[in-house]
């Protein structure tokens, strides 16, 4: 590769890092406050569905009863 | 990976950008349309500090609260009395990846040794074994459907099986050769159908392929070191997924522009492995800097950090229960610790494995979850 193909292609290279952090730069944000708020509401929402969380009686979960208690 | 290596690697997909000009989102015309044509490189090294400074007083300006604070009020979680409720043994060497098929009761897992095993969880019956042709299945993953599973690894391919109600017959001859990368194979999943399979691999890139085809359908590149995993957002939320890597970044992608739409880079280490939260506004990651770290979307920046000076060994695997409050993380000494998303403090470590754990999933409907490890095994947990 000559020196002069070797430089645009690093000119090339800056000017899609420059493109690609303008592009993050003007991402829309929200504050900490209002999306930590929304983490805690969805898990508290959703809490009583979770199994792992709840814990649910034996009977219910196929994998808590031990596999000697089948019946064939 | 340090300066030198990174920008022969760019200039390496530079040209690849140049030669095949109808399949990439940024063509060469496009990235000089708002450039000045005088800038020099220096110019344009000088306005890449400014902006990356500017993201970061962007970020600060809107973080006015920790997580945790946030989550003072809530309820603590109690004691959690988690134990191994199956063992499936089988592989003859490390096991690599798992997941779970949407009946919630079958695991597809793939190992060191070359063999996938497609197994009944309830009953710990093997119900498939294909023989790859190459050691070190990195990745393999279920279809929608619970029809076929995808897998590949040194062999730098993904490739998809049918599975077979007839026990007898060999998988190997239907196989289909889906995914080409020029590195080896890290992750993969189907999309939310059985036609649609997304990688990621050593090479550097993430891509989108027609599963009946085999046809490239978008390609993704931004990362400068090998991608080590992915994950798509929940169905609900659109069409975006994540991806980590050995260059420490977690981005955010676009699936049909190919764009990188966000980008984290406060992991010290190799990302292992990047999980969505349920809602799809936040995801998780597991690091070689011995930290799971939570981002969240929307503020664009990372919100929690799941660490303690005990904890010394890489993060290989992470996944989140149903609700998202907690977080299981598989890490290389052998144990998995589970974390409360919400105050950042941990509420339970388990021990089985004896080896490093490599691979965990929660089960579709969150009533277990299963670990793959080196020590041959896999576990399921409840």
């Known amino acids: 590769m000559s020196n002069n193909s070797a430089n645009s292609s690093n000119l090339v290279i800056a000017q899609k890092a420059v493109k690609q952090l303008r592009l993050e730069a003007s991402v829309r944000r929200i504050k900490v406050s209002q999306a930590a708020s929304d983490l805690k509401t969805f898990c508290l929402q959703n809490a009583h569905k979770d199994p792992l969380l709840m814990g649910v009686p034996s009977s219910d979960n196929p994998f808590r009863p031990p596999k000697s208690c089948a019946l064939f | ?382």
Not at chain 2, 15 to 40: D, G, H, L, R, W
Not at chain 2, 140 to 162: E, F, Q, R, T, W
Not at chain 2, 244 to 264: E, H, L, P, T, Y
Request: proline share 2%; aromatic share 10%.
């Open chain 2, 1 to 382: 990976f340090s300066g030198s290596f990174g920008e022969v690697y760019q200039t390496f997909h530079l040209s690849i950008y140049m030669s095949s000009n109808n399949k990439f989102s940024i063509s060469p015309e496009m990235a000089t349309q708002e450039v000045q044509p005088n800038e020099t490189l220096s110019n344009l090294k000088a306005e890449s500090d400014t902006l990356k400074t500017k993201l970061e007083d962007e970020r600060a300006k809107l973080h006015d609260v920790e997580l945790h604070q946030v989550a003072e009020k809530v309820d603590g979680l109690g004691q959690f009395i988690m134990k191994t409720r199956r063992t499936l043994k089988g592989h003859g060497n490390k096991v690599l990846c798992m997941d779970w098929c949407k009946d919630k009761r079958r695991i597809v897992s793939s190992s060191q040794d070359g063999k996938v095993i497609v197994w009944d969880a309830f009953t710990t019956n093997k119900e498939h074994a294909v023989t790859m042709p190459c050691t070190w299945v990195m990745a393999c993953a279920y279809a929608p459907s619970g029809c076929a599973v995808a897998c590949g690894g040194l062999d730098n391919k993904c490739s998809v099986y049918p599975l077979s109600l007839d026990k007898n017959e060999n998988l190997a001859a239907k196989k289909k050769s889906v995914a080409m990368h020029t590195n080896y194979l890290s992750a993969c999943s189907f999309t939310n159908s059985d036609m649609q399979i997304l990688t990621s691999s050593g090479d550097g890139t993430c891509a989108l392929w027609d599963v009946e085809s085999g046809q490239l359908l978008q390609s993704f590149h931004g990362h400068a070191a090998d991608v080590l995993c992915l994950d798509l957002a929940p169905s609900e939320t659109g069409n975006t997924f994540i991806s980590g890597g050995c260059d420490k970044k977690a981005n955010v992608w676009d699936m049909r522009s190919g764009q990188c739409i966000q980008s984290f880079e406060t992991h010290e280490s190799d990302i292992n492995s990047v999980r969505y939260y349920p809602s799809g506004d936040a995801f998780a990651s597991g690091s070689d800097d011995a930290t799971c770290r939570l981002y969240d979307l929307r503020a664009d920046r990372e919100v929690a950090i799941y660490s303690k000076e005990s904890i010394i060994f890489g993060a290989s695997s992470v996944d989140f229960s149903l609700s998202g409050r907690l977080l299981f993380g598989g890490y290389n000494d052998y144990t998995i610790n589970v974390w409360d998303v919400l105050k950042g403090t941990r509420v339970s470590i388990l021990f089985g494995h004896e080896n490093r754990v490599s691979a965990l999933r929660v089960s579709p409907d969150g009533t277990a979850f299963c670990s793959g490890s080196w020590d041959h095994t896999l576990r399921v947990w409840a």
